[in-house]
């Protein structure tokens, strides 16, 4: 030790370098396995983003990032597997009298064959923003309403690239002790095509 001190104070940049040479030596002896061949990962299975949502507005959190990564299952986690309706937009359903009774069963058709690549091509674009009017949270069921732009680059015919509305979303803490959606009604304004219009579409 005495002698590596000697020889910084005499000659530093000399002492360094074999200080240095030496490490890299040590590290090298010593069974470091960074070039060694890595095992094959298996095959991505999905991205999953999804968290508890422990308030309300994690649910739209999750909503739009399930929409980002194309995951039907989380998408799926934030509606209420107890009783879920949605109701379309008047004018959507004046035109398309079938989304009348929307539940559970519909909305799961809908979002299997929306993230279908027949339906929406991987590169395409599927993203929703919210944006806040109100909320009103209770204990066990909280009313949020919002407005909205969903941006999907279907390729069914009729099927407008860009939506938008207002919601209102209707949640309560279900059995699993984290919330989700009961109730989702869906208004049109300005005339612009709804989302009501994309689940009538692609259901």
């Not at 095959?43 to 994690?58: C, F, K, N, Q």
């Not at 999750?62 to 986690?77: K, M, P, Q, W």
């Amino acid at each position: 030790m005495a002698d590596f001190l000697f020889h910084m104070v005499a000659n530093p940049r000399r002492a360094i370098w074999r200080f240095m040479l030496t490490a890299v030596v040590v590290f090298l002896l010593s069974g470091c396995d960074l070039f060694s061949t890595r095992e094959a990962q298996a095959p991505d299975a999905g991205r999953s983003s999804w968290d508890i949502p422990r308030v309300p507005r994690d649910v739209l959190r999750n909503i739009t990032l399930a929409l980002a990564e194309r995951n039907d299952v989380d998408y799926l986690r934030s509606i209420s597997s107890d009783s879920f309706s949605f109701i379309a937009d008047a004018v959507t359903l004046s035109n398309y009298p079938e989304l009348a009774g929307w539940n559970l069963t519909e909305e799961t058709r809908h979002i299997t064959q929306l993230l279908s690549g027949g339906v929406l091509p991987s590169d395409s674009i599927l993203a929703v923003v919210f944006e806040n009017i109100e909320q009103t949270e209770w204990p066990d069921s909280a009313f949020l309403q919002e407005k909205y732009t969903l941006l999907a680059g279907v390729t069914v015919p009729g099927v407008a690239h860009q939506m938008s509305g207002t919601v209102e979303f209707h949640l309560v803490i279900e059995s699993e002790g984290y919330w989700v959606i009961r109730r989702w009604v869906d208004r049109r304004t300005e005339g612009e095509p709804t989302w009501s219009d994309l689940k009538a579409l692609v259901r």
